[in-house]
């Protein structure tokens, strides 16, 4: 039993300063912010997306930034057209999938001092993109508060395997602050030139005559 006792003031001394001062405290910072959003974000991929965050940003008079949406034409004509100010609208295409829409931003987020934003996506998005942008932003002491677009009639329900797959990656990206998927396509370019290599080595020819 004292064996046991001591085990568990063990594990419950390394979870508080995991959680006070290791990896885990900008985790709890994110948590127990009480603070009001400071931006919106709009992840890209439905225009309906943008018109509610357009919207939102209007009302709430808030800076706007959409990740991998729309052209930067339509997009500008949404934001005029809805009555924004182009000053509140920042247009990034940095992303190329939803771990990109969070790892392109949230350093951004740091040294602007934004600690809390709000997350427009569809809502059968919604669930993948939540449990990525905790884990990344989280990873900063950024707080995310959702916000779901109807996606009816055209709703495509995401597998569980892709969430899961994307909150892997989203944990590794933390650690190693790179994409597993990037580093394992490389890897497997770099494997296959290698075998072509062997299948197929180089032969040179000589152009010396005086060699044949």
Same mark, same amino acid.
């Given at each position: 039993?004292?064996?046991?006792?001591?085990?568990? !003031?063990?594990?419950?001394?390394?979870?508080?300063?995991?959680?006070?001062?290791?990896?885990?405290?900008?985790?709890?910072? /994110?948590?127990?912010?009480?603070? &009001?959003?400071?931006?919106?974000?709009?992840?890209?991929?439905?225009?309906? #997306?943008?018109? =509610?965050?357009?919207?939102? &940003?209007?009302? *709430?008079? !808030?800076?706007?930034?959409?990740?991998?949406?729309?052209?930067?034409?339509?997009?500008?004509?949404?934001?005029?057209?809805?009555? !924004?100010?182009?000053?509140?609208?920042?247009?990034?295409? +940095?992303?190329?999938?939803? !771990?990109?829409?969070?790892?392109?931003?949230?350093?951004?987020?740091?040294?602007?001092?934004?600690?809390? &934003?709000?997350?427009?996506?569809?809502?059968?998005?919604?669930? #993948?993109?939540?449990?990525?942008?905790? =884990?990344? /932003?989280?990873? #900063?002491?950024?707080?995310?508060?959702?916000?779901?677009?109807?996606?009816?009639?055209?709703?495509?329900?995401?597998?569980?395997?892709?969430?899961?797959?994307?909150?892997? +990656?989203? =944990?590794?990206? =933390?650690?190693?602050?790179?994409?597993?998927?990037?580093?394992?396509?490389?890897?497997?370019?770099?494997? *296959?030139?290698?075998?072509?290599?062997?299948?197929?080595?180089?032969? +040179?020819?000589?152009?010396?005559?005086?060699?044949?």
């Amino acid at each position: 039993m004292k064996g046991f006792n001591k085990l568990t !003031l063990t594990a419950g001394g390394i979870f508080v300063w995991l959680l006070l001062q290791g990896p885990l405290k900008p985790y709890l910072k /994110a948590i127990t912010n009480s603070k &009001a959003p400071q931006v919106i974000l709009v992840l890209g991929g439905d225009v309906d #997306r943008e018109h =509610v965050g357009v919207k939102m &940003a209007k009302d *709430l008079q !808030l800076p706007l930034i959409i990740s991998g949406g729309s052209n930067p034409e339509h997009a500008n004509w949404i934001t005029t057209n809805a009555g !924004l100010s182009l000053n509140l609208l920042k247009l990034d295409y +940095r992303a190329k999938d939803t !771990l990109g829409n969070f790892t392109s931003l949230v350093d951004d987020f740091s040294s602007q001092g934004i600690n809390h &934003a709000l997350l427009i996506t569809s809502e059968d998005h919604l669930p #993948r993109a939540i449990a990525v942008g905790l =884990v990344i /932003a989280g990873s #900063r002491g950024v707080k995310l508060t959702s916000v779901s677009v109807s996606c009816s009639p055209n709703c495509e329900k995401e597998s569980l395997q892709k969430q899961l797959i994307d909150v892997i +990656r989203a =944990v590794a990206w =933390v650690i190693t602050e790179k994409d597993l998927k990037l580093v394992t396509k490389q890897k497997l370019q770099k494997s *296959l030139h290698e075998s072509m290599k062997v299948i197929f080595p180089t032969q +040179r020819i000589n152009l010396d005559p005086a060699m044949n």
